[in-house]
């Protein structure tokens, strides 16, 4: 019988290269996602080793990066249009990703980009100066829808209250914009930039430039769950009507091949270093690192622009054992810039930090109490990673209690 | 103010074995051996350099003694160096693997009494109080420690005034706003502090162009100006820095 | 066979740049604080960094004051370096009056931080100054000086110097704030750098190139 919450793995082990441990969920179907489902996770070879570690491997010394630009030449002269109106949708809020994937498309590789923006529940100012940039120096177009509010607030609100995962109705959001504005402006290709595969979801998306369409197959909207509850249930609490859910309805897959919608990744042409977009973008658009660390992490540069960010990671830490500075710290290790012995330091000094600076506002953004919150927070916490000390929750496996592991070379 | 010789710096911030670069302190790129670059420097003229440990506080030590020990084999200007020093014992370690100064911040702030002691066992001449400052509004900076990465509540200008008192012998003022941007200086951040100081003030971060070092020494008075990125990045050299400094009257030794 | 020069290890100063600096001009150095192997020297590196009153109390609580006047008088080449070279003048104004080695008659004095017209400048002096003399010509042939000219420089950091009694001792100095400061001494085979030729390039290699082989 197993005492692990959602098909986790029993069993606690952390990658011998990075600092990833065996709970990190892979993506799901978001708005198929139910409280009691199974979730897949990233997977470990017998030697110890994570998929992206591995991937990053094959990165460094299998892919014919030459051979991928020169697909991305042809993809960019595939798609050019004689009419001056828009080549490629490269969704994104200004951050450092979609920054570096829509001023490379534009100014290296000659598209005509328009930029799409799912708003962030809560802009930072600093998120908010660094999306102006991208539009005024980076020298954009830019489209910001931002859905209503009420709904949004809501679902965010039952989606933390169910799935303990605030931020779910912003990624189903998020990932039908492009998509739908491509087909709305008849255009045929969407960029995104980093292809979540690379951090441990399924090793062959990674040699697809193309989304899988599982995303985009909804027959019944009725039937949709969002925040862990069908459509049809929201509606029969008679706030709502369907119409309100427009924006969370995505196109069906056919629609989108009929319009010749084609979903790829920049990180399947060019060697994603999240790093060098950091730098990219500030040499380029002006893009500005936070002054202040992220709570949760030691970082300054990576997701910075929403409020309400800071409670995903928190969600994820509690319900994997794994918060934020680990996922920053994984990716900064594969990629050279930091050694495993720095990133376990840093998860143990800022893994666990509690996200104060925003607190307030995020239960008065969702409408709930802190007793709530700390009610809601404590179910989801599965035997397999947490003991209760005292009063104190304590994770039961950590990368820093480890024995130390041979250090990659 | 009198001004006088104005001295070059090259700095070098350090993780592990490898010499690195960031921008706001931030997203640190690694460059390559730090000796190697010391080298260079010196060979070409540099006043000092300076070496600091960028994980030191993580790790909570210095360790660059190594490094140290092995740039001052053939490297005869003074070296100062930085990044996690907490007592008069981290100093003393230091030293004798062939630091000339020593720069603290985090430990400092801390407790300031740690700036007395040092002074106080080998001297002033060998302490170099660091601060890393963040614009609040007009005329106001807050200090940040730990690499830029923790607030302290602290105003710039009131600490600069104290660690004079407590015996420091010179102040690096180094900008987090300006720091790998290559814009120019913070200059009236710097003003402030060497208004506020009558010890060394040596003005760090932002340098881009000679305009700048021109710029915080005529209305910064810096006393000192430090590089990093367009010397680590190779876009200007020692000899040109200096030639074009001296061109345009700046008061600096003369190339060796 | 190389020259063989003896470091006073007393507990203060930045032993390991001044031997380093030695070894690479080609001596073979000895740290020591050895009062046999001091006397038998055949020349003697005098370091410090830090405060005068310090410097004295290290070298009388180990004899080694007069070891050094021993050296001294026996002809045989003695290098000051920055604190060392203030230790050898006749007394010093630094945390109230304290008596020093008494080989270069002198008093070590603060920087008053007031320049000719009366402006204030910052103390410690630090940083590079170019040396002078008026007399350069002759004063620094044959000395630790020899080959070197007006306006190379050399690395110094201090907050008192030595004003040498006289005249005839002062082999160089610098300019700071409009005012002359000293920056070498000399009598006869006995030298005090406020200096530090171990951190001042190739001027100060140079230096201690001159003093490894210099002539007796």
């Not at chain 1, 947490?386 to 104190?392: P, Q, Y």
Request: aromatic share 10%; net charge neutral.
């Amino acid at each position: 019988m197993s005492k692990a919450f959602f098909g986790l793995p029993e069993e606690v082990i952390f990658c011998k290269r990075c600092v990833i441990s065996n709970q990190r969920p892979s993506s799901t179907v978001e708005f198929k996602h139910k409280a009691d489902e199974k979730k897949a996770t990233i997977g470990f070879g017998e030697d110890g080793i994570c998929d992206a570690c591995k991937f990053q491997e094959i990165k460094e010394s299998q892919i014919d990066w030459n051979s991928r630009d020169e697909a991305l030449r042809e993809l960019a002269a595939k798609h050019k249009r004689k009419d001056g109106g828009y080549d490629v949708i490269v969704p994104g809020s200004g951050g450092k990703d979609s920054v570096f994937t829509s001023h490379i498309l534009k100014y290296k590789y000659g598209m005509n980009p328009l930029t799409v923006t799912w708003a962030p529940h809560k802009y930072t100012e600093i998120g908010w100066k660094n999306f102006e940039n991208w539009i005024h120096v980076g020298g954009h177009d830019n489209i910001l829808f931002t859905p209503n509010g009420i709904l949004h607030r809501y679902l965010t609100q039952q989606a933390f209250l169910n799935l303990l995962h605030p931020f779910q109705p912003f990624i189903v959001g998020q990932r039908i914009i492009g998509p739908a504005m491509a087909a709305k402006f008849g255009v045929k290709l969407v960029m995104y930039g980093e292809n979540q595969a690379e951090y441990g979801n399924n090793p062959d998306d990674n040699y697809i430039p193309t989304m899988d369409r599982k995303f985009f197959s909804v027959r019944d909207p009725e039937e949709m769950i969002l925040g862990g509850k069908s459509i049809g249930e929201i509606l029969g609490e008679k706030r709502f009507k369907l119409d309100d859910f427009a924006p969370y309805i995505p196109p069906s897959a056919d629609f989108l091949v009929s319009k010749g919608v084609e979903v790829h990744y920049l990180g399947y042409y060019l060697r994603w270093d999240p790093q060098e977009c950091y730098y990219y973008a500030v040499e380029n658009a002006g893009f500005q690192a936070n002054s202040e660390r992220t709570e949760g992490t030691y970082s300054k540069y990576s997701s910075i622009d929403d409020r309400i960010d800071m409670f995903h990671y928190y969600t994820t830490l509690i319900k994997f054992g794994i918060g934020r500075a680990t996922y920053d710290a994984a990716q900064e290790i594969r990629n050279g810039k930091i050694t495993r012995e720095e990133g376990v330091s840093l998860v143990k000094r800022y893994d666990q930090e509690f996200p104060m600076k925003y607190f307030k506002e995020f239960l008065e953004y969702i409408d709930i109490t802190e007793q709530q919150f700390t009610e809601t927070i404590d179910r989801f916490r599965s035997p397999n990673l947490w003991d209760k000390v005292g009063n104190e929750w304590r994770l039961k496996h950590t990368v820093w209690q480890q024995p130390s592991d041979t250090e990659w070379s | 103010m009198v001004m006088s010789r104005v001295r070059l710096i090259a700095r070098l911030d350090i993780k592990g074995p490898n010499l690195i670069k960031g921008i706001h302190l931030e997203g640190l790129r690694v460059i390559g051996d730090p000796r190697e670059f010391a080298r260079l420097y010196y060979k070409q003229g540099i006043d000092e350099i300076v070496y600091m440990d960028v994980v030191a506080s993580l790790y909570g030590r210095n360790s660059l003694h190594d490094i140290v020990r092995n740039t001052a084999r053939d490297v005869f200007v003074p070296l100062t160096v930085g990044g996690g020093v907490r007592s008069v014992n981290d100093v003393r370690e230091l030293l004798r693997s062939g630091a000339d100064k020593v720069a603290i911040n985090t430990a400092a702030i801390k407790n300031p009494e740690l700036i007395r002691e040092i002074a106080h066992v080998f001297g002033s001449q060998c302490l170099v109080l660091s601060i890393e400052a963040k614009r609040q509004g007009k005329g106001s900076w807050e200090a940040y420690a730990d690499n830029g990465r923790e607030k302290t509540g602290l105003d710039v200008i009131d600490w600069v005034r104290r660690g004079v008192t407590l015996g420091a012998g010179e102040i690096m003022i180094t900008s987090v706003d300006q720091e790998g941007t290559c814009k120019g200086f913070d200059t009236e951040l710097v003003r402030a502090v060497s208004d506020a100081a009558s010890i060394p003030v040596i003005a760090s971060g932002g340098m881009g162009k000679t305009e700048h070092l021109v710029d915080v020494i005529a209305h910064g008075h810096a006393d000192a100006v430090s590089v990093a990125s367009i010397l680590h990045y190779k876009r200007t050299s020692v000899p040109e820095i200096r030639s074009a400094a001296i061109a345009a009257g700046i008061e600096m030794r003369n190339a060796p | 066979m190389s020259v063989e020069v003896v470091i006073i290890d007393y507990g203060i100063g930045n032993l390991f740049s001044v031997r380093r600096a030695f070894e690479h001009c080609g001596a073979t150095v000895v740290v020591t604080s050895d009062l046999e192997k001091i006397l038998a020297a055949q020349r003697l590196v005098l370091p410090g960094v830090g405060a005068f009153a310090d410097g004295m109390r290290g070298l009388k609580e180990r004899g080694l004051d007069k070891a050094i006047r021993s050296y001294a008088d026996s002809g045989r080449p003695l290098m000051g370096i920055c604190l060392g070279m203030q230790m050898l003048s006749s007394v010093s104004e630094e945390f109230g009056e304290h008596q020093g080695l008494r080989i270069i008659p002198g008093r070590v004095t603060s920087i008053s931080g007031i320049d000719h017209q009366g402006k204030p400048y910052k103390v410690p002096h630090v940083g590079w100054a170019d040396m002078q003399s008026k007399t350069y010509e002759t004063a620094w042939k044959g000395t630790i000086l020899d080959g070197l000219h007006p306006g190379d420089a050399v690395y110094l950091t201090h907050s008192f110097e030595v004003k040498p009694d006289n005249p005839p001792h002062l082999l160089a100095y610098c300019d700071y704030g409009g005012k002359e400061i000293t920056a070498a001494i000399s009598k006869e085979n006995i030298y005090g750098v406020q200096f530090h030729p171990e951190k001042s390039g190739p001027v100060g290699l140079k230096i201690i190139n001159n003093f490894i082989n210099i002539r007796l």
